[in-house]
């Protein structure tokens, strides 16, 4: 082993640990059991916005407010409908990245279309962190087993002679 290709090898290890372990404000360790309560009322649901990371069970708990409302959500197929003091609930394995609407699924009343909300299926951070420290482990195997080779050490090997 020569200086360069020690120097790769640690910068890589280095590199790869970095992104495994550094915490990340958005990361979480695994995916979570979660339980989201959603309020429905003529003619808004709250909140408006629901943040879940992939690979996250998902329960929906729907509170109906006033009248009796649903929730559809686009992508997920799922649809439940709770009346005023029953609440209804749906599990599901946020498998799918992306944003995805959710809509009242009930016509209860001259706002109905406009009940509307999102749901943000963030990525799956521990399965994108580890694509990239194995990306790096490669191109640092790469670089390092190069800095081997006699090419890349010509002159060296010649001024030795
Ligand atoms: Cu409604």
Redesign the pocket.
Known sequence: MNQRSIVYAVLTLGLALAVLLIPSPLARAAPQQREIHLD?R??AFTPGRVRVNQGDTVTLILHSQD?T??VYVDGYDINIKAEPGKPARATFVADREGKFRFR?S?T??AL?PF?IGELVVGPNLPFWRAALALLIVALGSLLTLRSLTPQASTHVTVSNR
Do not use: I, P
Request: net charge neutral.
């Open positions: 429905a003529m003619f009248v409302h649903g009242c009930v209860c009343g109905h009940m």
